[in-house]
């Protein structure tokens, strides 16, 4: 297919495809006449997941640019993809020079410790988790080991699952599409699934039969 | 105690206190002379809890302003308290006159019917969860209620743990404090293990042993 195509099946302008090729996020086409290139499903796809990372996942350049190399490098397993993958989505907090933050931070890693979690020490999630410590203690919430089991619980499940559905023998571009959309579009499922049962088991409780 | 103590003590500025004052959300203190005033330990119960709503929940201080008028009428419920809360927290995503978005809210409605929920159909989570089966879709994943099954479990459980946690007889000051930590910074640490979880997950079927 010639680029304005590609540009109506993908969604996006043809201008926003030529800067993607100058990035090297997408292969040039081939050549096809001096002034024409021609591009195939491969191209699609890849401005498919592209788009999806910008969109979905908020990405800069760089960070896409880092998840396609390993999606490209067939000797990156799918370990090393789906962390390369979920470290560039962040979120990235700049952890504070603080006391209060680094007994926060210290409290994370002895959880994931005693969970037997295998989780990198520089996954952006322990920072994620340290911020809603200090958080939740600055409100007077001291955090315990049983108050956190009901939430450890339903998030090994969830990504039990989650991780059970990637097929082995895919291609990596939809492992890697599917990895996205596990890691952000799944958890706003279960953030508002969350909330509509918070309001459910409210009316249970509070409000009689 | 005098304003600079309660300024101390809450962490906020004695301008940012009288602000709150002049816009109700703060009582005045007792006249104790010309031009002082003494307050109590409810000024400052109050001022922590504005200050959470504030930095934890970003509302505006109309959207406090209701959460405090159910607070303090002793005619509202606890059902309905927290539904105040939690629809004032948002978030409010303007649906977009579009199908997709129409189709995506209305199976939204199937689902919490399905399901039996009792959930306000102004709920915001409702929108909240069309506006990820949008972006689903638009990805060009579909969904159906086997794949949402782990998910809604998940919340459920969760859900019903925190509201067991709610004292039936607590000061209300401090159930509002705990309905917003829980909307708000627990539906932050369920992200963040979620995440933990999908990377050790990840370890421990592609990585062996």
Do not use: C
Not at 32 to 50: K, M
């Amino acid at each position: 297919m010639q680029i304005s195509e590609l540009s109506d099946r993908s969604g996006l302008t043809v201008q926003t495809i030529k800067f993607y090729i100058r990035e090297e996020l997408l292969p040039r086409g081939t050549a096809a006449g001096a002034t024409r290139a021609e591009y195939g499903p491969g191209h699609l796809e890849r401005l498919r997941l592209i788009r999806a990372l910008r969109e979905v996942g908020d990405l800069p350049i760089a960070a896409i640019r880092r998840i396609l190399a390993a999606m490209e490098n067939d000797g990156i397993g799918m370990h090393e993809l789906f962390g390369t993958t979920q470290h560039a989505i962040g979120p990235h907090v700049a952890p504070p020079d603080d006391p209060h933050w680094r007994a926060a931070r210290e409290d994370v890693d002895a959880l994931v410790g005693e969970l037997g979690w295998r989780v990198s020490a520089r996954a952006p999630a322990r920072d994620l988790l340290a911020q809603t410590f200090v958080g939740l203690r600055r409100l007077g919430f001291p955090i315990t080991l049983a108050d956190l089991r009901p939430y450890v619980r339903a998030a090994a499940d969830v990504a039990e699952h989650e991780i059970g559905r990637v097929a082995h023998d895919a291609p990596r571009t939809r492992t890697v599409h599917s990895m996205l959309v596990s890691t952000v579009l799944y958890e706003q499922v279960l953030t508002a699934l969350h909330r509509l049962a918070q309001e459910d088991a409210s009316a249970r409780r509070f409000d009689g039969n």
